[in-house]
């Protein structure tokens, strides 16, 4: 198929680019079209409809063109962009950060559903996000929690300078701190609630990921080391020693690793109950949570 050039209007350039993401099995290929045309050309959904008998300019179509070449070699969209929505909060993204996917949106529904289960929706919070990365879970448990504070911890510092825009765009930076460590090692206690997404990918299968992931997502916010496994074995003894008692740890994991990260929360003095594994919508455990127990 052709590139695009001046002279088409929006609506034969969206379909000419889903067209072009279709033949190449891309799996949203309208989304994407449409999506690229919109970013490309800033025009929401209403302008996209709106304007779509206008003309593309020659700058317009050479960078409409750009962005679906990019698309074409495997650059997710979210990546063009720039930005991602989770848990409806728009997000900015970074060369440093994962991409915020579906799937983690289950440690935030595990999370509030202890917490509603608890009583403690509108208490004031003590919270830890370890691995924060954009700030993704943190944000979206803040944006639930009104009385709740939380800490970020992220070994990148660029990856904590995006987090800490997030929070402040979205007006939540004054419930908001970021640390640079790795994991918990440089908080201290008491917390209410631990999440993380920690890295889970065993080293071995990094190279069978998707393009989108494999070549675009920050390697070292993939790869778990042999088994997949390391990261859990350094933050759940952390989250151990600085929740409170009562207090939960929620971490997604990886495909089969559920029954692995239990036991290494049992290991840890930590106490696993009926609602502490949820899974996605594909049906895979995909957040697994325990209590420190009362005294």
Same mark, same amino acid.
């Given at each position: 198929?052709? @590139?695009?050039?001046?002279?088409?209007?929006?609506?034969?350039?969206?379909?000419?680019?889903?067209?072009?993401?279709?033949?190449?099995? &891309?799996?949203?290929?309208?989304?994407? @079209?449409?999506?690229?045309?919109?970013?490309?050309?800033?025009?929401?959904?209403?302008?996209?409809?709106?304007?779509?008998?206008?003309?593309?300019?020659?700058?317009?179509? %050479? =960078?409409?063109?750009?962005?679906?070449?990019?698309?074409?070699?495997?650059? $997710?969209?979210?990546?063009? &962009?720039?930005?991602? #929505?989770? +848990?409806?909060?728009?997000? %900015?993204?970074?060369?440093?950060?994962?991409?915020?996917? $579906?799937?983690? #949106?289950t440690v935030v529904e595990l999370a509030l559903e202890h917490l509603s289960a608890a009583g403690d929706l509108k208490r004031r919070l003590r919270i830890a996000d370890l691995g924060?990365?954009?700030?993704?879970? !943190?944000? *979206?448990?803040?944006? #639930?929690?009104? %009385?709740? =504070?939380?800490?970020?911890?992220?070994?990148?510092?660029?990856?904590?300078?995006?987090?800490?825009?997030?929070?402040?765009?979205?007006? !939540?930076?004054?419930?908001?701190?970021?640390?640079?460590?790795? /994991?918990?090692?440089?908080?201290?206690?008491?917390?209410?609630?631990?999440?993380?997404?920690? $890295?889970?990918?065993?080293?071995?299968?990094?190279?069978?990921?998707?393009?989108?992931?494999?070549? =675009?997502?920050?390697?070292?916010?993939?790869?778990?080391?042999?088994?997949?496994?390391?990261? /859990?074995?350094?933050?759940?003894?952390?989250?151990?020693?600085?929740?409170?008692?009562?207090?939960?740890?929620?971490?997604?994991?990886?495909?089969?690793?559920?029954?692995?990260?239990?036991?290494?929360?049992?290991?840890?003095?930590?106490?696993?109950?009926? +609602? *502490?594994?949820?899974?996605?919508? *594909?049906?895979?455990?995909?957040?697994?949570?325990?209590?420190?127990?009362?005294?």
């Amino acid at each position: 198929m052709t @590139g695009l050039v001046a002279g088409v209007t929006i609506d034969a350039a969206r379909r000419t680019l889903a067209a072009r993401f279709s033949a190449a099995g &891309l799996d949203s290929p309208d989304l994407d @079209g449409r999506l690229l045309v919109g970013h490309a050309l800033q025009l929401d959904l209403t302008g996209l409809v709106t304007q779509g008998s206008r003309l593309l300019s020659p700058a317009e179509a %050479q =960078h409409l063109e750009t962005l679906a070449s990019r698309r074409l070699a495997g650059e $997710p969209v979210a990546r063009i &962009l720039g930005a991602r #929505e989770f +848990w409806g909060l728009p997000l %900015q993204l970074s060369a440093d950060t994962l991409v915020p996917r $579906p799937d983690t #949106e289950t440690v935030v529904e595990l999370a509030l559903e202890h917490l509603s289960a608890a009583g403690d929706l509108k208490r004031r919070l003590r919270i830890a996000d370890l691995g924060t990365g954009s700030g993704a879970i !943190l944000l *979206a448990l803040l944006s #639930e929690l009104p %009385q709740a =504070h939380g800490i970020g911890t992220d070994i990148s510092i660029a990856a904590l300078r995006t987090a800490r825009d997030n929070a402040r765009a979205l007006g !939540l930076g004054a419930r908001a701190g970021f640390v640079a460590c790795s /994991y918990a090692s440089a908080l201290a206690a008491p917390f209410d609630l631990i999440v993380s997404n920690p $890295p889970y990918i065993p080293s071995s299968e990094i190279g069978d990921l998707a393009i989108d992931v494999r070549d =675009h997502d920050p390697l070292r916010a993939l790869d778990g080391g042999r088994d997949g496994l390391d990261a /859990y074995r350094a933050l759940i003894p952390q989250a151990a020693n600085l929740l409170q008692p009562g207090g939960a740890v929620i971490v997604e994991v990886g495909l089969g690793q559920s029954g692995d990260v239990v036991t290494l929360m049992t290991e840890a003095g930590l106490v696993t109950e009926s +609602w *502490a594994i949820r899974a996605d919508l *594909a049906g895979i455990p995909r957040a697994v949570g325990a209590l420190k127990k009362l005294r």
